[in-house]
């Protein structure tokens, strides 16, 4: 699987400098209404891995789209065509130009991982400590620690812009650091169910066998 797929998956996420303008208290709200009050979530986002020097090591763009509880399919369209569909039970990761699917199931993927925040219940913040918030650049930034400090991965922050979640920071235990930030985004409109639905296409590889139980209800 090419590299930019396993950063998002949680399967997921070295350091962004911030300086504080002045110091809010409202982060871990902001943060709680965007797990429990955010039914649906879309848009388009651009993805930046960055390197322990702080060089960019590669960009990619596509579509974001999340059904709570436990759906979201996330493509990128470029430069590497690759889907990563939550069904709910299951985690399907397609590579288009490899031929090959990988599934794993998705309680499992998302253990304590930063992916439980866009995908998750509203008993995702369990797995996270509130790190405090700070306003910079007109956006509010939160800062979120991992409660398992083997999960993977060091930090999360949230920047939230007009009380919506507009850029995401993944900060993971090599010291690489992935910047997603969120364009055109509409939230708790419709979302045709389909598109969390994956039917493995003829003629391609897959790697792993998915699990026939419900982990989340409707």
């Known amino acids: 699987m090419r590299q930019v797929g396993v950063t998002i998956a949680g399967l997921l996420f ?3 400098v911030h300086t504080a303008e002045r110091a809010v208290d409202d982060g871990e709200a902001l943060v709680n209404a965007f797990v429990t009050d955010v039914v649906t ?5 651009e ?3 960055i390197d322990p020097d702080g060089r960019l090591l590669e960009t990619t763009t596509g579509t974001l789209e999340i059904q709570r509880p436990g759906r979201f399919r996330w493509v990128y369209a470029g430069p590497y065509e690759q889907w990563l569909i ?3 039970t299951n985690i399907w990761s397609y590579d288009i130009d490899l031929e090959q699917v990988t599934v794993k199931p998705q309680a499992e993927a998302l253990a304590n991982t930063p992916a439980l925040l866009l995908g998750g219940s509203g008993e995702a913040m369990d797995q996270f400590e509130y ?3 700070f306003v910079e650049g007109g956006l509010t930034w939160v800062r979120l620690l ?3 400090t083997d999960s993977g991965f060091r930090g999360v922050e949230l ?3 007009e009380r919506q979640l507009s850029r995401m920071v ?4 090599l010291e690489q650091t992935t910047v997603v930030v969120l364009k055109n985004v509409t939230v708790n409109e419709p979302i045709d169910a389909a598109r969390f639905e994956f039917v493995v296409p003829d003629d391609v590889d897959v790697v792993g066998k998915p699990v026939a139980a419900t982990l989340f209800a409707d």
């Open 14 to 16: 070295a350091t962004a």
């Open 41 to 45: 979530f879309s848009g388009e986002f």
């Open 47 to 49: 993805q930046s891995l």
């Open 86 to 88: 939550a069904d709910g």
């Open 131 to 133: 790190g405090g918030s």
């Open 146 to 148: 991992p409660v398992d």
């Open 159 to 161: 920047a939230f812009h």
């Open 170 to 173: 993944f900060f993971d235990n």
